[in-house]
């Protein structure tokens, strides 16, 4: 096995890549890149991006190449459209890039799915380049939509999926998966075809932001504050938390803010406007500068996981919330080892989604001691730098590879 101390030529394969985008993806795959080029290996981030001019730009961003395609939208558009533009992914990749790619050699791909369209595109180039490919998946599409109910198994377009879903994974030599249940899960339905690994979410543990005072600029000094950041959607389940929020209005010192974007925000909005919930603010996506600076202002991160999940997701906003020694207050499907993850560190507290009067119980014990949020804020600080550094997750892709 080669030392993680040598020198590659690393090519980067994402749908979703900064400034564009805001979300957990974009920004933990660019962190990625930036630590990758800091211990001097040579990285290209190729990445679809929709208001393009041309078909293909290259740019730079921290000494990182990124060579962005021209693509239809494949974000907050419809299911039919982004299908489409997704499916069309490998081959524009091929045709818009191939002529800058063609005389360069890279030793390793590291492919991020979702999306699952990356597989024709990266067997392309692993044969062209002759080199090894980690497949970082972070959930088990479509088998989520399907357990959610926004597609019917044996469908004629869940068996599309599934044959996509099966050519990003034979492209892989090492599939890193989130936690060890999911592997078990993977495992379950795909035996032991697949070389799979233990792969965590990672952050930078350093982050620096300036203060915007958030609380003081929003009438919120005196407040608690219970955030959820990041996407909200079907798969999040987040009315759970506006149900949470409703039955503490009682507690003046209670507020809730929910910031992000997904198939839900608008919904959400009109559930707090339908119920007259008078505790909370809803607030669209932000620079990602913007949203450090207003997380270093929480008093407790949330999140949520539909029921209905099969498989173990792990929300990468909780990395926001533990950079920052916040105290997590979270919901997720049975079964789940991040509950086991969080309680074992005395991060937070979490139940299973449908205990509602548990997760109610957990929010008023929070919400009421301010030195327990203290002290499993330094918890959740604690267990990022045990498991969650973008560091850990470096080592763990370069020392598998031979």
């Not at 041309?54 to 921290?62: A, F, H």
């Not at 499916?87 to 699952?116: D, G, Q, R, V």
Request: include cysteine.
């Amino acid at each position: 096995m080669l030392s993680n101390l040598k020198k590659r030529n690393i090519i980067i394969l994402i749908d979703d890549y900064i400034p564009y985008s805001s979300k957990i993806a974009a920004k933990m795959m660019h962190e990625l890149a930036y630590e990758l080029v800091k211990r001097e290996n040579q990285v290209t981030v190729v990445t679809p991006y929709n208001n393009l001019k041309k078909y293909c730009v290259i740019e730079y961003i921290d000494n990182i190449e990124i060579v962005r395609f021209k693509l239809g939208k494949i974000k907050n558009c419809s299911f039919i459209k982004r299908t489409i533009n997704e499916s069309l992914m490998p081959f524009k990749a091929w045709f818009y890039t191939k002529k800058y790619l063609e005389n360069k050699k890279y030793n390793l791909i590291i492919s991020y799915s979702p999306s699952i369209f990356w597989g024709l595109f990266t067997i392309k180039i692993k044969n062209k380049f002759q080199c090894s490919v980690y497949l970082i998946l972070r959930d088990f599409f479509p088998q989520w939509i399907i357990d959610i109910g926004i597609i019917k198994d044996n469908t004629f377009i869940a068996k599309y999926f599934r044959f996509i879903e099966k050519i990003n994974y034979k492209s892989a030599d090492i599939i890193g998966i989130q936690s060890p249940r999911n592997i078990d899960y993977f495992k379950q339905i795909f035996g032991e075809q697949y070389n799979t690994k233990l792969l965590f979410n990672w952050i930078n543990p350093k982050i620096e932001t300036k203060d915007i005072n958030f609380k003081k600029n929003n009438g919120l000094d005196e407040k608690v504050l219970f955030f959820y950041g990041g996407n909200i959607g079907k798969a999040q389940d987040t009315k759970k938390l506006v149900k949470l929020s409703q039955r503490l209005q009682h507690k003046s010192t209670a507020h809730f803010v929910f910031l992000g974007q997904g198939d839900e925000f608008f919904i959400i909005k009109k559930l707090v406007k339908r119920n007259k919930i008078n505790n909370i603010t809803i607030l669209p996506k932000v620079s990602q500068k913007k949203f450090n600076a207003i997380l270093k202002e929480v008093d407790i991160g949330m999140f949520s996981l539909n029921k209905n999940h099969k498989s173990h997701n792990f929300p990468g906003k909780i990395l926001g919330y533990m950079v920052n020694s916040i105290p997590i207050l979270g919901i997720v499907n049975p079964n789940n080892d991040l509950k086991d993850i969080i309680e074992e560190y005395n991060a937070g507290f979490v139940s299973i989604n449908g205990e509602d009067d548990i997760l109610y119980k957990n929010a008023l014990t929070l919400l009421k001691n301010k030195l327990l949020r203290k002290q499993l804020g330094i918890n959740s600080n604690r267990l990022l730098h045990k498991k969650f550094t973008v560091y850990s997750a470096i080592d763990e892709i370069l020392n598998n590879q031979g």
